[in-house]
């Protein structure tokens, strides 16, 4: 009964392809998060929702489009992959009940594009 | 510009040694102040914060003090553990946005 989870684990793929990945989350959380890990490990926030609605969005190329179909789930597709945008994609998820902004995150998904 | 920012890497102790982890800052504008432990092939797990009204959060081995004035943050481990062996992030918080630094691999050795 994992809290939050991402599917696939990996995904190595060709540039120019589309993609998917999937997150979900079971903590009853109202808010999640996608995140960026490059090789230089920063962790930067690309895109937060909260009730489905989208609440930040950062500088990320619109070849990025989350999709929140119910506040239990964010998927992240990506358009025509770049080889720039291999890296580890963290989902996270947070209740707006604790104002520490802690955050649940999933084991990730490594995306390799050749 | 990198808000946060945590200058080493790296840091190796002796098990049963302190472990201190360093963090700054440059937007005085936070809430919260939060320190994440990340294994390979996991996400980060949440360890421990401190409210920007205070200046010293403590759980178990696990110590946070706040230096407001010098923008600075730190994570007092001790005594450190093997298992405590990991990458280690700090993170500041406002308004449910989180913004973390690029993390310091500690080793603890046996």
């Known amino acids: 009964d994992t809290a939050v989870s991402q599917t696939p684990k990996y995904l190595v793929t060709q540039m120019g392809n589309d993609k998917s990945i999937k997150c979900e989350q079971n903590l009853g959380h109202d808010t999640m998060y996608w995140y960026k890990q490059d090789s230089k490990k920063f962790l930067k926030i690309m895109f937060s929702y909260n009730n489905k609605e989208l609440i930040i969005n950062e500088t990320v190329p619109n070849r990025f489009s989350p999709k929140s179909p119910d506040k239990a789930h964010l998927n992240l597709h990506i358009n025509s992959l770049e080889l720039g945008d291999s890296a580890v994609y963290f989902c996270a998820s947070r209740t707006g009940r604790d104002p520490t902004d802690t955050q649940y995150f999933g084991p990730g998904t490594r995306l390799t594009v050749l | 510009d990198q808000q946060v920012k945590q200058n080493s890497p790296s840091l190796s102790v002796q098990e049963g040694r302190i472990s201190i982890l360093n963090c700054d800052y440059t937007?005085?504008?936070?809430?919260?102040f939060l320190w994440y432990k990340k294994y390979p092939a996991e996400g980060p797990t949440f360890l421990i914060s401190i409210s920007s009204i205070k200046d010293k959060n403590e759980d178990g081995r696990f110590t946070v003090f706040l230096n407001k004035s010098a923008k600075h943050l730190s994570l007092h481990i001790v005594p450190s553990q093997p298992g405590d062996s990991a990458v280690y992030f700090c993170a500041i918080s406002s308004a449910g946005k989180s913004t973390f630094g690029d993390g310091t691999t500690l080793t603890v050795k046996p």
């Open positions: 937007n005085s504008m936070f809430d919260y």
